[in-house]
T-cell receptor
C-alpha cells in the first residue's frame, strides 16, 4: 500500500516569496491534516479536512497561509508571503477515522522542509 | 487550555536496557492517546495507542501505561536497541479527528 506522498521534499526561498506544498494521502482516507513542525518541537496542527471540507483551521495564519482539498483527495498548502519564522517541516497526514474512538491512527508523509532566508 | 507535554527532552539509555518515556496531558476528557516515533528526516510513525478505558497496553517490545488520576502516560521500550534512537511523541485526541502532539523526547541509545 502506498503511503502519504509529499512534494517537494526541500524548498529554500527568500522572505516575502511564495511557496506551495502538495500532498497525496493514502487512498480511501477521508481525513487529511497539515502540521507544521519547527525544529526541536512537536508537530502543530495547521488545518484538517474531512473529505473536501475544513474541520478545523483555527491555528492556520490565514493572512499568509491557505490550503485546499478541492476533490477530497490531494491537498495543497500555500504560504504567501513567507516569513523567516515559517522555516519548518510541513507534514501531511491522513487517517481512516472510524466511528469509534481508538481508530484514529495518523499516517504521515516524510514532510516538506522549508527554509526561508 | 489543552496541552500535552513531556517531562524530559533527552533520554540516554544503554543498549539492552529498558527505556521509559513520560508524557503529561492536561485534558481530563481526552479518551484516546497515541505514541509516535520520528526518525531523523522522516515523518512520525505510529507505535502504539491506548484508549482511556484501559490502563495498560502491550505491543512488541513496547508497553504504554495510562494513569488517568494524574493524567500521565508512559512508553516503555524493553531491551532498547540502536534502531530505537529517535524522537518520541505522545499525541492526545482533543476533539473529533483532532490530535495534539507534545514537544517530544529524544531517545539516544548508547552502545
Amino acid at each position: 500500500e502506498a503511503g502519504v506522498a509529499q512534494s517537494p521534499r526541500y524548498k529554500i526561498i527568500e522572505k516575502r516569496q511564495s511557496v506551495a506544498f502538495w500532498c497525496n494521502p493514502i487512498s480511501g482516507h477521508a481525513t487529511l491534516y497539515w502540521y507544521q513542525q519547527i525544529l526541536g518541537q512537536g508537530p502543530k496542527l495547521l488545518i484538517q479536512f474531512q473529505n473536501n471540507g475544513v474541520v478545523d483551521d483555527s491555528q492556520l495564519p490565514k493572512d499568509r497561509f491557505s490550503a485546499e482539498r478541492l476533490k477530497g483527495v490531494d491537498s495543497t498548502l500555500k504560504i504567501q508571503p513567507a516569513k523567516l519564522e515559517d522555516s519548518a517541516v510541513y507534514l501531511c497526514a491522513s487517517s481512516l477515522e472510524g466511528r469509534e474512538v481508538g481508530t484514529g491512527e495518523l499516517f504521515f508523509g516524510e514532510g516538506s522542509r522549508l527554509t526561508v532566508l | 487550555g489543552e496541552s500535552v507535554g513531556l517531562h524530559l527532552p533527552t533520554l540516554s539509555v544503554q543498549e539492552g536496557d529498558n527505556s521509559i518515556i513520560n508524557c503529561a496531558y492536561s485534558n481530563s476528557a481526552s479518551d484516546y492517546f497515541i505514541w509516535y516515533k520520528q526518525e531523523s528526516g522522516k515523518g512520525p510513525q505510529f507505535i502504539i495507542d491506548i484508549r482511556s478505558n484501559m490502563d495498560k497496553r502491550q505491543g512488541q517490545r513496547v508497553t504504554v501505561l495510562l494513569n488517568k488520576t494524574v493524567k500521565h502516560l508512559s512508553l516503555q521500550i524493553a531491551a532498547t536497541q540502536p534502531g530505537d534512537s529517535a524522537v518520541y511523541f505522545c499525541a492526545e485526541k482533543a476533539g473529533t479527528y483532532k490530535y495534539i502532539f507534545g514537544t517530544g523526547t529524544r531517545l539516544k541509545v548508547l552502545a
